[in-house]
């Protein structure tokens, strides 16, 4: 399966940063900067997952489409189900 960057899934809905954050800080409740998001999506191993579960929310995608870096909660679990479901 491809798994596309935060920031490619973003760029694919036609959305800036600025615009995100906005989403995010008035309809989802989650307090994040600019800079905070860009880091994210430059490394996304670290990112919590009330982020992560807002973004696929806003981004109508699902988590497994969006690589969260391989060291990440997100990417263990996806990882985890995979190999379950086999």
């Given at each position: 399966?491809?798994?596309?960057s935060?920031r490619?899934?973003?760029v694919?809905?036609?959305?800036t940063?600025?615009?995100?954050?906005?989403?995010l800080?008035?309809?989802?409740n989650?307090s994040?900067?600019?800079?905070?998001?860009?880091?994210?999506e430059?490394?996304?191993?670290?990112?919590?997952?009330n982020?992560?579960?807002a973004?696929?929310s806003?981004?109508?995608?699902?988590?497994?489409?969006?690589?969260f870096?391989?060291?990440?909660?997100?990417?263990?679990?996806?990882?985890?189900d995979?190999?379950?479901?086999?």
């Amino acid at each position: 399966m491809i798994q596309l960057s935060l920031r490619a899934v973003r760029v694919n809905r036609s959305l800036t940063l600025n615009e995100v954050v906005s989403i995010l800080n008035d309809g989802y409740n989650v307090s994040v900067t600019r800079q905070k998001l860009s880091e994210y999506e430059l490394d996304s191993t670290d990112v919590p997952i009330n982020l992560a579960k807002a973004l696929c929310s806003i981004y109508q995608v699902s988590e497994n489409y969006i690589f969260f870096g391989s060291l990440s909660t997100l990417s263990y679990t996806y990882r985890k189900d995979q190999r379950t479901a086999i």
